[in-house]
């Protein structure tokens, strides 16, 4: 079974910078897809990033520019770093995987982390 666990997030003035890591455990061979979605009230999940396995990455328009996400495939572990944070960058973070190999047998996921607060002060 594939577990996710962040850490990082908390609370920061505008402007600043946070980051967010995500490790993936559960006897994992590996992961096609590492990456980020957020949350607020009442919302959708929305992606904010991704990496693949082989190194492309992608990311939510609002982002671009501020946000880089990079990826560790032996370890499976991504990393998310955020600069210029704005108050609509507030939201819960989710860790997020799909394409698990563990076991010699693929599992499409995807898989949820349990979610990290980023709260951005104006």
């Known amino acids: 079974q594939v577990q996710l666990v962040e850490s990082g997030g908390g609370l920061v003035q505008t402007g600043g910078s946070l980051s967010l890591s995500c490790a993936a455990s559960g006897g994992i061979s590996s992961l096609n897809v590492m990456g980020w979605y957020r949350q607020t009230p009442g919302n959708q999940r929305e992606l904010v990033a991704a990496?693949?396995?082989?190194?492309?990455?992608n990311y939510a328009d609002s982002v671009k520019g501020r946000f880089t996400i990079s990826g560790d495939n032996a370890k499976n572990t991504v990393h998310l770093q955020m600069n210029s944070l704005k108050p609509e960058d507030t939201a819960v973070y989710y860790c997020?995987?799909?394409?698990?190999?563990?076991?010699?047998?693929?599992?499409?996921?995807?898989?949820w982390g349990q979610g990290t607060q980023v709260t951005v002060s104006s």
């Open positions: 990496f693949t396995r082989v190194g492309t990455t």
């Open positions: 997020y995987a799909h394409g698990a190999t563990y076991g010699g047998v693929f599992y499409n996921g995807p898989y």
